[in-house]
């Protein structure tokens, strides 16, 4: 199960960070990310990486002002957004997928279709 929060309405040029708690996720073996959807688009990856290591990806669109973590204390996911865009706003969404035999040295999954546990999604609105 995932569920996210952090979500809210913040101006241009400000801060959120989002939540992802995790539970059913006992070991390394899974990738994990963000995804956004604003209205009339299609969902895209912003962020996602590997427990296990690794680099993570990012989207263009966000690159150089979002991080994405994870808490293996807590098993929480987390999305650190800086110098948020009106663009910016979107529902996002915490997904992960197993992922046994991966290594650090993959690309994470980054595609809609490579992920069956997506959360319920939580607001971000900039203006």
């Known amino acids: 199960q995932l569920v996210e929060s952090g979500g809210g309405a913040v101006q241009a040029g400000g801060s959120l960070r989002l939540s992802c708690a995790t539970s059913g996720i006992a070991d390394r073996d899974y990738c994990m990310g963000w995804f956004r959807q604003a209205p009339r688009l299609p969902r895209e990856a912003i962020a996602t990486?590997?427990?296990?290591?690794?680099?993570?990806f990012y989207a263009d669109a966000i690159q150089g002002r979002f991080s994405i973590s994870h808490d293996t204390s807590t098993n929480t996911l987390y999305l650190q957004m800086n110098n948020l865009k009106p663009d910016d706003s979107a529902i996002y969404y915490c997904?992960?997928?197993?992922?046994?035999?991966?290594?650090?040295?993959?690309?994470?999954?980054?595609?809609?279709?490579?992920?069956?546990?997506w959360g319920q999604g939580t607001q971000v609105t900039v203006s």
């Open positions: 997904v992960a997928e197993p992922a046994p035999g991966y290594t650090e040295y993959g690309s994470p999954f980054r595609h809609e279709s490579e992920y069956s546990y």
């Open positions: 990486l590997y427990l296990g290591g690794g680099r993570p």
